[in-house]
């Protein structure tokens, strides 16, 4: 394909017209008050019946367009979540933590942000977060100390580690499914630029919050024994957990998709767990959540059916071809700040495509993967809308300023841009000061291609 010799017709506008009107329903969510998924199922529902009528798109393409990999791992992870709440294994954790602390609240902040991340390595990090915010509200109001530094590094540490690997954030999922990059991969190029940023975030939380850390807390009671109500359940969890990872690594040598993996774990689960109620679990699992991404990829598979995708990508191609790691670094800010500002999912999902077009012409376009993992999953922190987990905790401060009746324990918009926004732009430089000087190591091409 020669650079501009895709014309602009009608499926293309129709298709763009979509996209556009159903991004904008679901940014401003706040303002209509109806839900994302309902946004993105009517977006879905109008894609296909466009592209039947204009004849680039039918319900066989749509349900091709499905990235079913990331639905069923998503679902399975949410439902072993799902499993692992009610035995108190969760709550026994933190109390230990919070104890070993001995009212240091930045060792407290450092070890609760070190759990918040090593869990969610493995569980994406809106289910870490959902686990650890109430637990952390009642850490802190047994010790009487302010909960939104913990709070508020919980959401940034999780949206942080979930950046390292796979399966810790749901557009990783999509790009490694999308790209056919492997769990071992993954964790090798971008452990390292968490690690790194994960230590950034800590000091600067340090240097943000340094009035509310150096606090005296009082000396708190916590429940020493009976706190983990269902130790088989829990400790079975644990041991299905490990022996995953263990596939997770080895996935791709034994040609399974990482959905195998989760599916495989939760089976094993249900089956030592065989006498509890599945329904139950089930119910928790976010349905909404997993119905927002089938609509979305129905959605995308339409614009990319009708060459809407193939169109913009030639007007960013020649950066690529002439400068790869401009283009890299163009991206990652780029993808930071739109996602900082609107959810990354549905930029994750647009952006793929382009990505892949690139590649069928012969681009090494390896690098743009990991700027555009490393951009989406880094400036989620730049706004309370940022990511799901921020929004999460946001929600669960201001249910809690409510019940007090104290606004200050809110984290306000205001407050997010003050805290939250100067850690997105520290880990964001440091990222590209990483990628700059290692771009070599992150250009190298993906095994398999």
Known sequence: MEHHDLIWNMPMGVSALILVLTFVGIFTESLHGM?????????AAAMVFSGQIFGFYDPERAIEAIDWNVVFLLGCMMTIVAIMIPTGGFQALAYKIADFSKGRLFLLLVLMGTAVTVISLLLDNVTTVVIFGPL??????????????????????????????????????????????????????????????????????????REQLSATPEKPDFPDTGMITDKKTWYAALGVLGVMVVFFIFHHALHWEAWVVAALGLTALMLITYKSSLDEYLAEVELSLLLFFVSLFVMIGGVENSHFLE????????????????????????????????DNIPFTAA???????????????????????????????????????????VTLTERLAEKENKPSLAITPG????????????????????????FDFFAVPLPNH
């Open 136 to 209: 952390i509200v009642l850490i802190c109001q047994a010790l009487r100390v302010n909960p939104i530094p913990f709070l508020l590094a919980a959401a940034l540490l999780s949206d942080t580690g979930g950046v390292a690997t796979l399966v810790g954030d749901p557009p990783n999922l999509m790009i490694g499914s999308a790209a056919g990059i492997d769990f071992n991969t993954f964790f090798l190029r971008m452990g390292g630029i968490v690690f790194v940023a994960w230590i950034a975030t800590i000091f600067g939380l340090k240097f943000l919050f």
């Open 415 to 438: 407050m997010w841009f003050r805290k939250g926004s100067p850690i997105m732009l520290l880990t964001l430089s440091i990222s590209t000061i990483i990628m700059w000087i290692f």
């Open 35 to 43: 839900h994302r998924t309902k946004v993105a199922m009517a977006g």
């Open 351 to 393: 952006m793929i495509p382009i990505i892949l077009g690139m590649e069928a012409q012969g681009i090494p376009v390896t690098p743009l993967w990991w700027s555009l993992a490393i951009g989406v999953g880094m400036g989620g922190n730049g706004t309370h809308l940022g990511s799901t987990a921020n929004v999460f905790i």
């Open 311 to 342: 169109y913009i990508a030639q007007f960013i191609q020649p950066i690529v071809e002439t400068d790869m790691l401009t283009a890299c670094l163009l991206l990652m800010w780029g993808a930071a700040f739109l996602s900082a500002a609107i």
